[in-house]
């Protein structure tokens, strides 16, 4: 069987979001992807797909990956064998610096048309299911607290989501605490709820609040500090309140090591695409495993194609108790495969086809192909 790489195309997708983003200078209505197809001899294709939360999240963008992929590793690609993964992302490391969110969308593909040679799902290829369906925590955003209290009890009643976090950092922290306590004392017995403020709070709130947090039944306080604060971080995980999870703190096994060593994390979110791929995902998992962490499936809240791959990777991991975030699909006004994923209850549903067991839609690709350049700060 002809199972060398012949080919590799890409496109910059823009796809509608369900409720808009209100910039300072914009408003977004759109969430960007980077699609890519890894074609064999054999014709057997495979898809990954690139997104980021935008590029203040770590210097990515999906017009830097399509440029990454392009140009520098699909000559490390062609004629290569797509099952040696392995080798394939130390090629990768050895040839590109960093780049993590262009490595795991080249990474998607790759794993997609081994399963497919195969026929086997990803999943398998990584290990087995340990869970079959993954609870989903939905992102209340209705831009205040009774709105957010009056939305999740909506979603528990009619069974749709059963937990919930919220995103912070617009405003001052003690502003972000007291919105987070009146929302987690509303939904008191109902739900529960955490906290994001994507590393934006100071020191001294956070240690000031953590009691009132606690008491208030906030589940997670989410990478409150900088990113670069294992110091601030430790001394909040001391104090044995509200559990503090790892985002942007944890990319890489050496920052999962350290955050280990350092007693900086209860709880590492983990994302395929900021640690550049599923492999490395599942690494840093191991690690978190080995200091009696527990883990939580983060995501960049991509379509189908990229929350397929991410929960074939969730799946997979035991230590994974918190749940995930992979409401991308849902999130968007529309998806780029013919069988989006099924989300039923509160859990997402972990595909069983052949690869991803997603099918790229073609139509959807030429109906939101990017078609003259633009400029965003992306969502989220
Ligand atoms: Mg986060």
Request: glycine residues 8%.
């Amino acid at each position: 069987m002809k199972t060398m790489i012949k080919q590799i195309r890409s496109v910059i997708v823009d796809v509608p979001i369900k409720r808009p983003h209100q910039f300072s200078t914009e408003i977004v209505s759109t969430k960007s992807f980077v699609v890519i197809q890894v074609e064999l001899e054999n014709g057997l294709i495979g898809i990954g797909e690139g997104t980021t939360p935008g590029i203040w999240w770590n210097g990515e963008s999906v017009e830097t990956m399509q440029l990454v992929i392009e140009r520098y590793l699909k000559p490390l690609l062609i004629n290569q064998d797509p099952r040696n993964i392995e080798q394939l992302l130390q090629l990768f490391d050895r040839h590109v610096r960093a780049n993590p969110f262009a490595k795991a969308t080249v990474e998607m593909a790759l794993f997609d048309v081994v399963g497919k040679i195969y026929n086997a799902p990803v999943h398998q290829l990584l290990g087995g299911l340990f869970q079959e369906a993954i609870d989903v925590k939905w992102a209340l955003a209705t831009g205040d607290a009774d709105g957010d209290i009056a939305e999740a009890k909506e979603l528990v009643s009619s069974k749709q989501y059963r937990d919930f976090k919220i995103k912070a950092g617009k405003y001052q922290p003690i502003d972000d605490a007291k919105r987070a306590i009146k929302i987690a004392e509303g939904l008191n017995g109902i739900s529960t709820i955490g906290i994001d403020p994507n590393g934006s709070w100071d020191k001294l709130t956070a240690v000031r609040w953590m009691e009132r947090l606690n008491d208030a039944g906030v589940d997670f306080l989410e990478q409150p500090l900088s990113p670069l604060d294992f110091e601030g971080a430790a001394k909040l995980v001391s104090m044995k309140k509200v559990p503090v999870m790892a985002d942007e703190s944890v990319a890489t096994i050496q920052d999962a090591q350290r955050l280990v060593q350092e007693k900086a994390a209860d709880i590492f979110s983990l994302k395929i695409h900021k640690s550049g791929g599923m492999r490395n995902t599942l690494k840093i998992a191991a690690i978190a495993e080995s200091a009696g962490l527990v883990c939580f499936g983060g995501t960049s809240l991509e379509s189908s194609i990229g929350s397929a791959a991410s929960i074939h990777a969730f799946g997979t991991i035991r230590n994974l108790t918190y749940g995930c975030e992979s409401f991308g699909p849902p999130w968007l006004a529309d998806d780029l495969v013919k069988n989006p994923l099924k989300f039923k209850e509160g859990k997402v549903i972990i595909p069983s086809g052949a690869g991803l067991g997603v099918e790229l839609d073609e139509t959807k690709i030429e109906k939101y192909r990017r078609k003259k350049e633009r400029v965003t700060n992306g969502v989220f």
